[in-house]
């Protein structure tokens, strides 16, 4: 899989969905079989769909679009 084709899957995840998603869910709803992202991938996601990972009190990531 390529880096664009990741970015399509996680935006159209993230875009469908009504709330902020754990990368389990975004990995469910898209479609991957990567247990964990791509850090430097993650990192590329944030400029360029502008994503935002937020950490809640209980330490669970959350994913969403600025």
Do not use: C
């Amino acid at each position: 899989m390529t880096y664009e084709q990741f970015r399509a899957k996680v935006k159209a995840a993230l875009e469908s969905a009504d709330r902020s998603l754990t990368w389990t869910e975004v990995r469910t709803s898209a479609g991957l079989y990567q247990l964990f992202p791509n850090n430097k991938w993650v990192q590329r996601l944030e400029d360029d769909i502008r994503l935002v990972r937020e950490r809640d009190k209980r330490g669970i990531i959350h994913w969403k679009l600025e």
